[in-house]
């Protein structure tokens, strides 16, 4: 079992830059996994860390992967186990193969063998329909006893991920009324998602609008977008330029594209092609692939005065609080 817990750990990691990512903002997370590579680690660290702490459960299993690797980070079973968890009990499959194959295994001096627990993230697993998490399922099962099964079985009909988040909000919700931003963008998150209280795009607007003004990027692109796809409010495109400009100052590469197409189509702001490539060019050198494609499309009818300004005022460009 082993070999499939070393296998996960490292294969699963690199599988998950092909997940596609819920919530409004998923782009970031592709940022942090480019730069998985030996010599750059930590800057995927950085990345996915903020990513993980807002639930975004792809980044939790990867950080937790390189926590349990030690690859940029001390090696840390403790933390490993903690956040490859927060992605099991969202559903991560690779995640639920992993926990399973940890509490099967067990980690010698740190974390104790507790097969009802690994064959419960096994059962999980399988039911997704992941052909090796039932190949573990029953190749575990076979070796426990009558009475480790009946453990199992109480285990999975008591489980409910639901009081995780219904956990985390009440948490969050007593920061975020004391003022805490990062607080505030994460209730307006699980507004959003429906994650332990339902669905209420209204008040996951009225979250981020509140980060947004304690200047969290992350929640003036996701006010911004709210705005644009008319999502708790009127679809108001001004308001959206608003507030995608607040995240793109501050260096946010999806509001920054964002942005640019706007300023390109004339939507809330007056067209402008300069704006519009000035912020396609600073989207695209932190490697917004949209933004590269956007630029290379719109040089195509300007003049050589017109990019040589654009090029200029992105040069200048600083971002706001760095």
Known sequence: ????????????????????????????????????????????IRELKPLAEQGNADAQFSLGS??????????????ALKWIRKAAEQGHVYAQVTIGSIHAEGVPGVI???????????????????????????????????????????????????????????ENKTLAEKGDAVAQFKVGLMYYMGQGVSRDYLEAL?????????????????AGYMYEKGEGTPQDYGEAAKYYRQAAERGNQIAQYTLGYMYEKGQGV???????????????IQGETKAKAARDRVTVWMTPAQIAEAQR??????SVGK
Not at 6 to 23: C, D, H, K, Q, T
Not at 206 to 222: E, G, L, T
């Open 206 to 222: 009225n979250w981020f609008k509140k980060a947004a003004r304690q200047d969290n990027p992350y929640a003036q692109f996701n």
């Open 66 to 79: 390189l926590y349990f690797q030690g690859r940029g980070l001390p090696q840390d079973y403790g933390e």
């Open 1 to 44: 079992m082993m070999r499939y817990l070393a296998r996960f750990l490292m294969m699963a990691f690199i599988a998950a830059m092909f997940w596609s990512l819920a919530g409004c903002a998923p782009a970031k997370y592709h940022k942090g996994m480019k730069h998985y590579k030996p010599d750059d680690v930590a800057a995927a």
């Open 270 to 284: 007056s067209p402008n092609e300069v704006q519009a490539l000035m912020w396609y060019n600073l989207a695209a």
């Open 112 to 170: 104790q063998k507790d097969y009802p627990q690994g064959l419960m993230w096994f059962v999980f697993a399988a039911a997704q329909g992941d052909i090796e998490a039932v190949e573990l399922r029953d190749a575990m099962a076979s070796r426990m006893t009558p009475t480790q099964i009946a453990e199992t079985q109480r285990l999975t009909r008591e489980f409910k991920p639901q009081d995780v988040y219904t956990k985390a909000f009440q």
């Open 313 to 318: 005022l992105a040069r200048e460009f600083k």
